[in-house]
C-alpha cells in the first residue's frame, strides 16, 4: 500500500496512525470535542499529542445530520482562531483542515502551512475545490458523501452500494490526476454521510474491498449514530461502542481512525497491532 510524506516524514502505517478531532464550533454532535476558546484549545491539543495523536483535524463547520449553515466567513474566522493557536504553541505538528470550501482550504494552506486537506464533500460542494486542491498539490481526504449536511440522510438510495461508492471513488481519483494532482490521496468511505444505519456496517463489514485504489483508507466513526442507534445510548456514552468498532475497522485494514478519544484509540491500536504482530514488534 502507497506511504504518504508529512512534514518530510514518511508514514507506512505501521502502526496506523491517529487522527485527533479539533472542533472550532459551537455545535458539533459530542460536546466534548468542542474548543471554542484558547485556553480549551492548548489543552485539547496537548492532552490529543500526549496521548498519541499524529494529527490533528480542525474543522469550523459541523457535518452532522441536519447542522446550522455556517457561512464562509464565519469558518475561516473560526479555522484561523485555531489555526493561528495551534501553530504558535505546537508548530511542528501535523494539521489538517476539515473544510468543503476552497477558499478555506487555500487559506490554510498558504497562511498556517498545513498538511493534509480533509474535504467531506469529494468537491461536490465547492466547484472550485478539486482545481483548487490540485494547485495546491497537498495531500487530500477523499471522502463519500451525497448532498449538503442538510439533506444528505434523505439521499440514501444506492443501486448496490459497495460498487456504486467503488465507482464514486474511481471517478474523483481520475479527475484530481487529470487536473494535475500528483500528491497523496486518504479514501474515507464517510460513515453516517448519505448512509443509514444498516448501510454504516455494510460498509464496515466491506472495507477490505477498498484496498483495491491501494491507497490509505481513513475511518471516522467516531461516537456516531450507527454505535447509538444499535445500542440505544448517546454520542456522550459511545466510548466503548467507538473502541470495538475501531477495533473491527482496524482488523479489515483501516490505515487512520478519525477519534475524539486518543488514549482508548492508541490503547486500541497497540492490543490489535500486538495480536496480529506479536509483542516482539510492538
Do not use: W
Request: net charge negative; hydrophobic share 40%.
Amino acid at each position: 500500500m502507497q506511504n504518504i510524506v508529512l512534514k518530510q516524514k514518511i508514514f507506512d502505517f505501521n502502526p496506523p496512525l491517529l487522527m485527533a478531532i479539533i472542533n472550532a464550533t459551537p455545535d458539533s454532535f459530542y460536546s466534548g470535542s468542542r474548543c471554542d476558546n484558547e485556553k480549551k484549545i492548548i489543552e485539547k491539543v496537548e492532552k490529543s499529542l500526549a496521548e498519541g495523536a499524529d494529527i490533528l483535524d480542525v474543522g469550523g463547520y459541523s457535518t452532522r445530520p441536519n447542522a446550522d449553515f455556517v457561512s464562509e466567513k464565519e469558518e475561516i474566522d473560526r479555522i484561523c482562531k485555531t489555526l493561528e493557536i495551534i501553530r504558535k504553541n505546537f508548530s511542528d505538528t501535523i494539521i489538517s483542515v476539515d473544510t468543503f470550501r476552497s477558499k478555506v482550504a487555500e487559506i490554510a494552506v498558504n497562511q498556517y502551512n498545513i498538511d493534509i486537506i480533509n474535504d467531506i464533500s469529494g468537491g461536490m460542494l465547492d466547484e472550485n475545490m478539486l482545481p483548487t486542491v490540485a494547485r495546491l498539490n497537498t495531500p487530500y481526504i477523499l471522502m463519500h458523501t451525497r448532498g449538503t449536511p442538510q439533506e444528505m440522510q434523505t439521499l440514501t438510495d444506492y443501486q448496490d452500494l459497495v460498487p456504486d461508492i467503488l465507482k464514486y471513488f474511481a471517478e474523483k481519483i481520475e479527475i484530481l490526476r487529470n487536473l494535475g494532482f500528483t500528491s497523496d490521496i486518504i479514501l474515507d468511505l464517510g460513515f453516517g454521510f448519505a448512509k443509514t444505519t444498516e448501510q454504516n456496517y455494510e460498509l464496515l463489514q466491506n472495507l477490505p474491498v477498498f484496498k483495491c485504489f491501494n491507497l490509505p483508507l481513513l475511518v471516522g466513526i467516531s461516537r456516531k449514530s450507527m454505535i447509538n442507534k444499535v445500542l440505544g445510548i448517546t454520542p456522550e456514552t459511545a466510548l466503548n461502542g467507538t473502541t470495538v468498532l475501531n477495533t473491527i475497522a482496524l482488523l479489515k485494514g483501516a490505515n487512520i481512525l478519525r477519534i475524539h478519544d486518543v488514549k482508548e484509540a492508541a490503547e486500541t491500536i497497540k492490543l490489535v497491532e500486538t495480536t496480529l504482530r506479536g509483542i516482539s514488534k510492538i
